[in-house]
């Protein structure tokens, strides 16, 4: 696969050449780099923008621009304000080549059936729940209203206390007097409705344009979804989402996976902008299987799985146990994490359950994942005492020693920044056993008396109960 763009100077070809830091970057070049990871957007450059209002050339060179940096996949919003979400807005197969930027947004059902209070449990729910993990509370997208009166009044009656709830949503009815019934209440809150099928796709073509809301083509022939989607797209319809239909388990699975790889590959690889959508996938059709609870909820989170890693860009889903949600939201952060940017906390000191200037000072790395485990191996020990956190670029102990970035100068200047020793009545640093070769150098740079820690945090507070306080 080629990307449109190869290098920043492709960009920085087209740019005003100034460096006149209007965009908050030093130079053109940077400001370059920048919008070819999107961190930086194009319109920052208010030079060109001034130029490309009265020069052709600029408004060219603008749109050219635009042009080389607009993802593959249209990016698609779906609700309104601060809650909104973005799907799709992706550029490559494999987060290697450029990370994947819109997360997978989870959508959990209610239905019209359902009596009030349980609605309002179950959207209470999906608006409270989030779970802290390596310094991020996950939280949950949205809530998808299905349709199961029949009933266009109930239907609409339902979507409009969902709305209220603030969450972005999908309407979930195949019946367009439904549909529209609910839009006549909800539609400024821009739902996705879904869905366009080949039996009703002209009156869901007619209510995507009318009420100006993204909407979902499903269809599990990929030719048909092609020329459905296309259709839409020439009659004026920009917010598309395919749905090539979700089946379960067996070969049905393994075909919608094949499906949902063709879909991705033609629009990346080919450039078909016929299919180049946002993909929804649902889980949720794993209530449709024989069997118990358990082993339709373990079919759910199987497929959740499977299409997070490979290409859904929204989904729908059922059940809110634990062991399906947080599987699947702690994959999601970890898929959508960037690879090439270590998640990494702010270094500095901590205080560790209210210490004393007699207990301990220990120090490890700003890599996310290992200063929260350390924090929460002595936080649930009971252990008092002064954390360091050493500025490793957010890599790990191991890597950050054999790699210079844990290095006794470092230490050095951590403890002069932050003042430890005005803290303690003593000069005792605990480092991590990973570390233990900087022992001698970090005692010849600082000062200080370095003991060696185990290797495993969650064995400090037995290290302590031999260690501490150390032998004069």
């Known amino acids: 696969m080629t990307l449109k763009v190869k290098s920043p100077l492709e960009i920085y070809n087209l740019l005003p050449k100034t460096n006149c830091k209007e965009c908050g970057y030093d130079t053109c070049m940077s400001f370059a780099a920048h919008i070819l990871d999107r ?37 698609v919003v779906i609700g309104v304000g601060s809650s ?4 799709g807005g992706e550029e490559v197969l494999h987060r290697h080549e450029q990370t994947f930027y819109n997360p997978t947004a989870f959508f959990f059902d209610v239905w019209d059936t359902m009596d009030d209070k349980k609605i309002e449990e179950r959207c ?6 989030k779970k802290f993990y390596v310094g991020k509370f996950l939280t949950l997208e949205g809530i998808a209203v299905r349709c199961t009166s029949n009933d266009p009044k109930r239907f609409a009656e339902v979507a409009k206390k969902v709305s209220e709830y603030g969450k972005p949503m999908i309407l979930i009815s195949l019946d367009p007097k439904c549909m529209e019934a609910a839009l006549k209440e909800v539609s400024e809150k821009r739902p996705l409705i879904y869905a366009a099928t080949e039996k009703n796709w002209k009156e869901f073509l007619k209510l995507a344009l009318d009420y100006k809301v ?4 499903r269809c599990k022939n990929l030719d048909l979804l092609k020329s459905m989607a296309a259709t839409f797209r020439q009659a004026g319809v920009k917010d598309i989402v395919l749905d090539p239909v979700t089946e379960p388990v067996g070969q049905g ?5 094949e499906r949902v790889i063709q879909i991705r590959r033609a629009a990346i690889e080919n450039g078909d902008k016929d299919v180049a959508y946002p993909i929804i996938v649902t889980p949720i059709s794993a209530w449709l299987l024989d069997g118990d609870n358990v082993t339709k909820s373990y079919w759910e989170t199987v497929i959740g799985g499977i299409f997070i890693v490979k ?34 906390v702010q270094p500095g000191l901590r205080a560790i359950g209210n210490p004393s200037p007699e207990d301990p000072v220990f120090i490890t790395t700003n890599f996310a994942l290992t200063y929260y485990t350390v924090e929460s191996d002595l936080t649930s020990a009971n252990i008092k005492g002064w954390l360091l956190v050493l500025n490793t670029d957010g890599i790990c102990v191991e890597a950050s020693v054999a790699g210079g970035r844990f290095t006794a100068s470092k230490v050095k200047s951590l403890l002069e920044e932050t ?10 640093l605990i480092i991590p056993g990973l570390a233990a070769r900087l022992q001698g150098q970090i005692e010849d740079e600082t000062g200080w008396k370095v003991l060696v820690g185990p290797i495993d945090s969650g ?10 306080p150390p032998k004069k």
């Open 419 to 428: 003042k430890i020793a005005e803290k303690v009545n003593h000069k005792y």
């Open 459 to 468: 064995r400090i507070k037995g290290w302590l109960e031999k260690n501490w």
């Open 214 to 217: 993204p909407v979902t083509i």
């Open 84 to 87: 909104a979400i973005k799907i």
């Open 253 to 257: 699975l393994k075909a919608t996976f």
């Open 39 to 75: 961190t930086a957007k194009v319109f920052d450059c208010k030079p060109l923008v001034r130029d490309a209002e009265k020069d052709p050339k600029a408004k060219e060179a603008l749109q050219k621009i635009l042009d080389l940096t607009a993802p593959e996949i249209a990016e």
């Open 124 to 129: 209470d729910w999906v608006v409270s729940y």
């Open 311 to 344: 290409y859904a860009d929204a989904m729908i889903l059922h059940s809110t146990e634990q062991h399906v949600v947080m599987p699947l939201i702690t994959l999601r952060f970890n898929i959508y994490t960037d690879p090439r940017t270590p998640v990494q």
